[in-house]
């Protein structure tokens, strides 16, 4: 499990960036893009801190703020209207 954690780090930082670019065009693709997102950074963050790697870039933290953008943009456009 230890080999197979930093690969799902690094699909949900993916996943992550393509949720964020999407959400600026289209919206609704993107908050079905985020629910696979958190669960490969969150599992990799889950594996990470079990196995105690030990890495200078956490791509399961990065992913979480990534996947979150689409409800920070939705928070955003009910707060100007």
């Given amino acids: 499990m230890q080999k197979i954690t930093p690969v799902?780090?690094?699909?949900?930082?993916?996943i992550g960036v393509l949720v964020?670019?999407?959400?600026?065009v289209f919206p609704q693709?993107?908050?079905f893009g985020m629910l696979p997102g958190f669960l490969f950074s969150s599992a990799y963050v889950f594996f990470s801190?079990?196995?105690?790697?030990e890495t200078k870039?956490?791509?399961?933290?990065?992913?979480?703020?990534?996947?979150?953008?689409?409800?920070?943009?939705?928070?955003?456009?009910?707060?100007t209207k």
């Fill in 8 to 14: 799902l780090g690094w699909i949900g930082l993916s």
């Fill in 20 to 24: 964020a670019i999407t959400s600026f």
């Fill in 29 to 31: 693709i993107a908050f």
């Fill in 49 to 53: 801190t079990r196995f105690q790697l």
């Fill in 57 to 79: 870039f956490n791509p399961g933290i990065f992913g979480m703020l990534l996947n979150s953008t689409p409800f920070a943009i939705m928070l955003y456009m009910q707060l």
